[in-house]
């Protein structure tokens, strides 16, 4: 989809406000888009990354959920509709989107990172270390942060 100029100029706008930390404004702006085109993939991208960092997220995981929709070969999208709905529902139903993107996108870290949090989370120690190995060897920067993040606690215990 070509998106029509007063779209992408009020993505600009958007994007420069929620820059400058004006998320009422970068709303404002987002909100004057045409219906036709607020379901687009960069609107959808901006429109998460907002309510992201609003916190809004119920609001957040029907962005992501529709971003995973249109490009589920972008893990980005599953991670960040995993995060809200983490937050938005709760571990297990964040963990199911996990899954579902892992499928996609075997070797991405981050996947199995998140996943061993939140296994760990849910008490599951074994499948944690075992996902939690699996992230490290992909990607050894996650071997520093299995030591301090707080989800991975009941790992170090």
Not at 98 to 109: F, K, N, S
Request: a negative charge; glycine letters at 6%; charged letters at 25%.
């Amino acid at each position: 989809m070509t998106l029509s100029t007063h779209t992408r100029r009020q993505l600009s706008y958007a994007e420069g406000y929620l820059a400058l930390g004006m998320k009422a404004e970068a709303a404002k702006a987002l909100a004057e888009i045409e219906k036709v085109e607020q379901e687009a993939v960069p609107v959808l991208k901006l429109r998460l990354a907002l309510e992201m960092e609003r916190g809004k997220w119920m609001r957040a995981s029907v962005a992501g959920s529709k971003l995973a929709e249109l490009e589920p070969d972008v893990a980005e999208h599953w991670i960040q509709w995993a995060y809200a709905v983490r937050r938005y529902i709760g571990i297990d139903e964040a963990r199911a989107i996990l899954v579902r993107g892992l499928g996609l996108h075997p070797t991405v870290a981050v996947f199995h990172f998140n996943l061993a949090c939140y296994e760990a989370q849910l008490g599951h120690l074994d499948d944690a270390r075992l996902f939690l190995d699996t992230a490290c060897g992909l990607d050894p920067v996650f071997v520093e942060l299995a030591k301090t993040d707080a989800d991975l606690a009941p790992l170090r215990a």
